[in-house]
């Protein structure tokens, strides 16, 4: 079946340092890959997606490009800030779009002034 | 005001007693999820619902039973809680279109603690 393995944490930071959050997945056929964020005391919102290999997907500075050749849609961001302090999901769809998505565990990141 | 709402937001209760979290939704999205988040594990699905007439089990349904009374509502349910089941529950809701990814939208959660 689809699953997704995503780095363990927690992640501590420096502010301005550079971040990466490893995510793999498994599946059969063309997923869509996604990266939820989950600020304190809040619900999970998506951060960005890619629908197809090469896509790269972008938002508030963090980018993942979906590599069909290595299953992977690794998270990175160039210079984290205090606010980005939050665990990080990655997720994945099934190409048929029918099945509910499916969560890595999450990685917690706490960046520091 | 919220796209999709969870009652109570927190909530205390007594081993063997029946409680229902509650999700309502204004996205006019036909598909709703009920998840659990418990440190360290991730989210894990509980029950999700494609339309009001389908219901199915998702990883960990035992203990746990649900209601999809409208398109816009979709309860949860535990019939004899136990302490295991204290955690953060989240419904999320989606809509079937005409890509085949399937991006889904959280509410703020439920903290639930059986004693």
């Known amino acids: 079946g689809n699953s997704v393995t995503q780095m363990e944490g927690p992640v501590t930071l420096s502010e301005e340092a550079f971040l990466t959050i490893n995510c793999t997945y498994t599946?059969?056929?063309?997923?869509?890959l996604f990266w939820y964020v989950q600020y304190p005391g809040e619900g999970l919102q998506l951060l960005l997606k890619a629908t197809k290999a090469d896509d790269k997907g972008s938002n508030k500075g963090f980018e993942a490009t979906y590599r069909k050749e290595t299953t992977s849609f690794h998270l990175e961001k160039g210079s984290v800030q205090v606010s980005d302090s939050a665990v990080y999901f990655c997720a994945l769809s099934g190409n048929s779009g029918n099945t509910p998505l499916v969560f890595g565990k999450g990685t917690r990141l706490s960046v520091i002034a | 005001d919220a796209d999709v709402t969870q009652t109570p937001r927190n909530r205390i209760t007594k081993t063997g007693k029946r409680i229902m979290l509650e999700c309502s939704q204004t996205?006019?999205?036909?598909?709703m999820y009920w998840y659990r988040q418990d440190p360290g594990l991730g989210l894990r699905l509980i029950y999700y619902s494609f339309d009001v007439k389908d219901i199915n089990k998702g990883e960990i349904s035992d203990g746990y039973s649900v209601s999809r009374q409208a398109q816009a509502k979709f309860s949860l349910s535990l019939e004899s809680a136990i302490p295991n089941q204290t955690a953060l529950y989240f419904c999320?809701?989606?809509?079937?279109?005409?890509?085949?990814?399937?991006?889904?939208?959280f509410g703020p959660g439920t903290r639930l603690t059986v004693l």
């Open positions: 996205k006019g999205h036909d598909r």
């Open positions: 599946a059969t056929g063309y997923p869509s």
């Open positions: 999320a809701t989606s809509q079937r279109g005409t890509i085949t990814y399937n991006e889904q939208f």
